[in-house]
């Protein structure tokens, strides 16, 4: 979502951090030229490892480290030599998607012997992996230089998460097909015919299926109820309950039902109490382990591993799922988690390679449920890797002019908008958003709606234009409208609001925000946004000295969260905003606890530059 | 920036982590003044002194010139060999040296635009900076450089004035290194008179040679680096590296030795380069055996392998005080592969993972951030289940294509040792996941 517009990644996570820690001692420890690789893929991760050795710069036995974009129509040895140590990017494409206007491997590659000559310090390559790959393949000589390679993967649970499509246009008429068509269908009563009921709870069921794909919770627990009560007659009539796997199946299916619910609150201790009670009617009423319905229960377990960050074993489920012409749907959902899971882990050039098989699959399915899924994908990952996804996105309608693709066609734009701000094309970004707001109708979807006015705020935030009360208000809006149907989506909004807020002094409105946003994301089962929103209200109202004790309690009991998470970029800064508050009120001795502890947590997320503005505060309490 | 002789920088063998770290410089080749502290002859552990046959060669050859192929893995050393080559073949050895012509590829040409009227182009230059010779006072100089002087005019550029001054040969030759269009206007401008332009530089060359003092019986050019010329197509859709070295070098009949460098891919295409050059020698520099030949049985460590680069190391780094015990230095050797610039590498990032004596785990700890380098690298790649076959029988199996073939040794997946004898997968490729779950090849 948006949040990276205001705030960007900040939390890299621990592993990163020790890598980060080992290259600063290794370019401390040496001198003169040395190629230094580091895999970060462009966008948020990017900013913030450059920012990150950039702090290093001049500070202990570092030198000066120029950061240097290449630029097509400049020479390489001019660009390198500016007498320090550089930090280099740019070597691809500004847009992944566009061809490169200098090969500047081969340049590199063939230019190596003057490199030392031209750079009289460390040569620190900043690469994504697919550059790495490049690097490694074809310039074997460049690469066989290096002295130290860092690789900065971030492991994004947040993004393993069982995705839903709200709005959209395929899905929504669905819905209302099935619905109608429920009421063509004889209510049952429990004297009908056993195979009356089970067709009144199939139908149940594939509407459930269809409000699970939408992410309408609260639709799927209003015709969750239905199902057992449609079976009852069923499994009453022994003639049927003994012969008819089908029916069980059914069953098994409306338990599935459960799971899923579950999963898409992320309850994971819900989802994994219920899973082995639709595997037992399953086995009650499966054939054999080669029927979809073993599928649908591996998906399940699949899921369930990935909500909990057992990669390894959600991969060797989801990878069970076999590709079947009757449940083409349970496959390719399939293949969509086992793209969440390679994003997830950090792993892209597994991702990109998932990502093409995914796009294979959805391909036949491009006029139903294909583009959706490729959307919603893209729109899970594009805040972490704005890169890749523009193959899923290039899988999704590109223009409005027939009405069926007319709203996916806004989501794609939109996404585009998003994903060119975040790779820092801003020009790009202004007329895709442009594009999808010539679309736009007040009669679409609240979610596409919501979406546009949360990228005009992001697309006014990154680029520097717009007023403080068209951004407020676009974000406003997109919170009121995703809050219904996506709060997850909502409390991204809402936080984004909430750092606006505080950025223009209005910590009143930010506060709110960041109340309304916790809210959301506990809707929404998100525990850790919840968690980034009350670190917003409770740092906000420190900040502007309405705090009281019970806050600083909240915090604390916050700050201990995050360090068990890892996040000791987060914990650094909140505990540096709770030792300046501390300070102000002259508390010398809580504040030089809480700033110390702020120090060490940038020395661990090898921040300089938190480092030493904590540092000085330190210096100030004398 | 130029260097300072590692041993007037440092006071070696290195004991402090930045005397470690500079001392282990995977990206700096010997200087020829560092190879009487630095060097370590490893020709015992790598099929046999392959350099010094090369001058045995050179200097054996009477009444005609030796062409010379040479290539080797990236890392393998072979900007040192040839350094070293060029200095031994400058000495005066049974009362005969050579006038040796060291020609570094990056210095004269671009990488985009290199074909044989730019390496013509790149001899005359590198020849015209020899201070032995006045080219210009010769007879065939100034009528090569007319000519050259007119084919550049026909490419409409207003270089006819600064080209005629004394140092136009110089300014040719930064133009060529920058300025692409130029480099690629005059070898197109120059197809029609590539004849001449090769008597001419021939010409030139059996001239000067000529003027040579009787103790310096023949000219050779060393033209390294030309490895690195990134493949690419021709105008016409062929590969640039056989069009290259297969087609347009091997017309390059001067009346001198030619030592020059070609990529490893070209061992492993159809193209026969042994054959195009007449009666060229091919020498590809191995990697150093760390590990036993396939034949032995049960294959353990190559212990005079292990010992050489130990030397090699021992010169460089004080192993005793620097390393907590003897498995240590084996086991980052063996991680090697025999790879003289992995040594470096392993070595020199140990003072980035912890404080001295360096013990066998913090040399896997870094190994296991090259092994995981390696695991992303080679994700997905199609002959990953021809490894273990590889590492069992120390030879391809039959289903490597070419391709492959090229792209597991130019990537130093799988390393070459004794020339061709025998090939072993890359140690820090053995350790990854990839390999491990390989299936194997039928």
Redesign the interface.
Known sequence: MIRGALSGITDLGPQNDERLRRLRTALAIGGGFRLIIVEAEPGPIRREVVRRIASWAGRGEIGALAPVSLDADASLAEQLAVGSGVIVTGIAPPDPGEPPARDWIAELNWSRDALPRAVPGPLILVVSQALHQALFERAPDLYSWRRHTTHVAVVSPRIAAPLASPGDSYWLAERDRIRRGLGEVPRWDRDGYPHEHFIQAQARLDLIEVLLQLGDRSSVSQYKREVPGAMDPVLDDTSWRDGNRMAMAVLAQDKLVTVQRALLDRDHAAAAYWLPSAAEWYALGTHDREDLESDELLLARGRLHALTGAWDAATAELERVQADRYAPLTHALAREALCQVAFARGDLPLARRRVADLVEVLRPRRDTWGPAIAIRLAEAVVEMYPEPIAALLDAAPQDAEAESCRTRAITTRCLRARRAWLLDLPELARAELATARSWIRAEDPAEIRALLAACEAGVALATGGGATAEITDSLDRACRLYRPGAPGHAAVAGIALGQLWTERARPDLAVAAYRRAAEDARAAGDVALAGDAELGELGTAIEDGSDEDVTHGRLRALLDQLACAGRIQSEGAARAQLGRSLLRRGLRDAAVAELSRARACFAASADAEGEAQVAKLLDATG | ???LPLHAELSLPART??EI??AC????PLAPEEQATLHEDLSSVQGGDRIGRIELRVRGARHRHQRELVTG???CGK?TELLRLAAELRKPKQGVAFHVVYL?A?DYLN??EVRLPQILMALLVALSEEPRWDLRQTRTGPVLWDRVRKILGSLGRELAKDLASSTGLQLLRSLFR?DLNLARGFRRAAQDHIQELLELTRDLIAEVAGQLPPEIRDVVFVVD?L????ESETDGGASLHETLFGRELPLLDVPAHLILTYPIALNYSAIGLGHRFADAKQTTIPMVAVRDRPEVAPRGDALAGIAALRRLLARRVALDAVFGDDAAVTEALRLSGG?V??VL?IV??L???GAQPYALARVREVAA??I??YE??L??KPYLGLLHAIADTGEFPAATTDEWKR?LL???VVLEYDTGTWYDVHPLVKATRAFRSAVRAP
């Open positions: 920036m130029e260097h982590p930045s770290q500079a410089d995977p990206a700096r893995h990236a890392g900007s570094d990056y990488p985009h920058v680096n490895e690195k010329i990134p790879c610039r992995d590498r020199g990032d003072p980035s993972y951030d090259l995981n380098d992303r690298l994700q997905g792209q130019m990537n130093l």
